[in-house]
């Protein structure tokens, strides 16, 4: 009895010792523990991808990303204001290899829930055990027929996904003629960024100031007020944007005409020279096409503790696409945290284990009056299980006081470093 006893505890050491050389030398040779597959590489999907691999190596992660490279929208406001160029805020998908992270250029069509399949344009089909959606947003054109051609989206752009219209726009700018009027048109709150098209009203009269001193910034807002910094904006358009920049609050769109770049408002047209229309959003197609929207046909609830949707089982959603819990903002930086929150909480199901019982998110958005100046505002949000949702913690956070350069450094730190987190 005793010696297959001994016999047997040396089997089991001989084997734990081969699978442990098996899992130094080739990890996929061992079965994973689960398949998590990703949706979309932005703030959100890239930093759940690498957390995930991060935190449990035994996890396959798989990440289906449409473009090519990232490009941040935050910072992409300063390609307007002329002081960076796109390719400074452009990022391969590179480093994610070392992470172990399968990066896949497709574009995810179909997700079929009850089979746990996500269905590619290219045809091919991942299976998953636990989905992880973070499309960002998509362009909600259906109330501004005069833009429902490609033909009219080309020539009064949005610019509010970084890339080929950022670069299309500052062009816009520099053909225009001094002396011209730029209209920037903001949706009614919640849209991507509080603070970001205020910050580009400020970089684009910027730009005015020392290359087209005539010209003028007219500020369009559905928002009955500057919905973000409202004092730290309205200090510079009163300083040294006065007689630049123009705020009219109570601004909705009702329609563009585009041959003669009217903004049509309520009470009568607006012309301009450049006409940048920010319209509404919507959680991207794919989350749409999944079932996960839960609100107003836009913005899909999450669990706050695990960021799985309340509608669809064994799919979790982050980033712009959710349905913002109090006073949480649609940015890069809440995003990240999201991913975070979800990476511990996907890892814990997939692995039954207990989930964190409060996750914590923070957020800071830093906005450039010039190319030098920044002001922030920053906020820390707690779960609560009583309310099951994210509350921001009362005294944490704050504003700063004034634009100064020492933010200016950070905020081009935080951009580095939140680049560096996600894809390095
Ligand atoms: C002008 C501007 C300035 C901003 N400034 C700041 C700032 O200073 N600080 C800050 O924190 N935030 C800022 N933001 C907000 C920030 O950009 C967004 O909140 C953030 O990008 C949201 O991250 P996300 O992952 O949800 O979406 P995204 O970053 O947009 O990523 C979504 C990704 O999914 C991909 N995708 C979508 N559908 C599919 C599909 N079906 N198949 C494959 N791929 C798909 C897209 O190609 C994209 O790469 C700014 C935004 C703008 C427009």
């Excluded at 949480?328 to 990240?336: I, Q, R």
């Amino acid at each position: 009895m005793n010696l297959k006893r001994r016999e047997f505890v040396k089997q089991l050491a001989a084997g734990a010792a081969v699978s442990a050389i098996a899992g130094c030398a080739e990890t996929s040779r061992t079965p994973a523990a689960g398949r998590v597959v990703v949706i979309g590489a932005g703030y959100a999907g890239a930093t759940a991808a690498k957390y995930v691999r991060m935190w449990a190596p035994d996890i396959d992660v798989t990440l289906v990303e449409r473009d090519s490279e990232f490009i941040s929208c935050p910072l992409s406001n300063l390609v307007l204001g002329g002081s960076k160029k796109i390719s400074e805020l452009t990022v391969g998908y590179g480093g994610l290899a070392k992470y172990g992270v399968k990066v896949v250029r497709d574009d995810a069509v179909a997700v079929d829930p009850a089979k746990r399949e996500v269905r590619l344009a290219s045809g091919a089909t991942l299976g998953y055990d636990r989905l992880i959606v973070a499309p960002g947003v998509d362009m909600q054109y259906d109330t501004l027929p005069g833009l429902a051609s490609a033909n009219a989206k080309s020539k009064v752009l949005h610019a509010w996904k970084a890339g080929p219209q950022t670069v299309a726009l500052r062009r816009q700018l520099e053909a225009m003629r001094d002396g011209g009027v730029y209209a920037l048109h903001i949706p009614k709150a919640p849209y991507r960024c509080p603070p970001g098209p205020y910050e580009r009203a400020c970089q684009v009269a910027h730009y005015f100031k020392t290359a087209k001193p005539k010209s003028k910034v007219l500020i369009l807002d559905a928002n009955e007020d500057v919905v973000s910094k409202k004092g730290l904006f309205m200090a510079a358009w009163n300083g040294p944007y006065k007689g630049i920049v123009e705020y009219r609050p109570n601004s909705e769109l009702e329609d563009v005409d585009v041959a003669t770049l009217t903004a049509k408002l309520q009470f009568g047209g607006v012309k301009a020279d450049v006409l940048n229309v920010v319209p509404p959003q919507r959680a991207g197609q794919i989350a749409l096409t999944t079932g996960l929207i839960t609100a107003n046909n836009r913005w899909c609830g999450v669990n706050w503790q695990t960021m799985e949707s309340v509608k669809v089982p064994g799919v979790h959603v982050l980033g712009d696409a959710t349905l913002s819990a109090q006073l949480m903002p649609k940015s890069g930086h809440m995003a990240n945290q999201h991913a975070k929150v979800c990476a511990v909480a996907v890892i814990a199901m997939i692995k039954n284990q207990p989930l964190n019982p409060q996750p914590m998110m923070v957020n800071t958005c830093y906005s450039f009056i010039d190319d030098r100046n920044v002001v922030h505002v920053a906020s820390v949000h707690t779960y609560d299980a009583t309310e099951k949702t994210m509350l921001p913690v009362k005294g944490a956070g704050g504003l700063s006081d004034k634009a100064n350069e020492l933010e200016g450094t950070y905020a081009l730190s935080w951009a580095q470093n939140i680049w560096a987190d996600m894809l390095a």
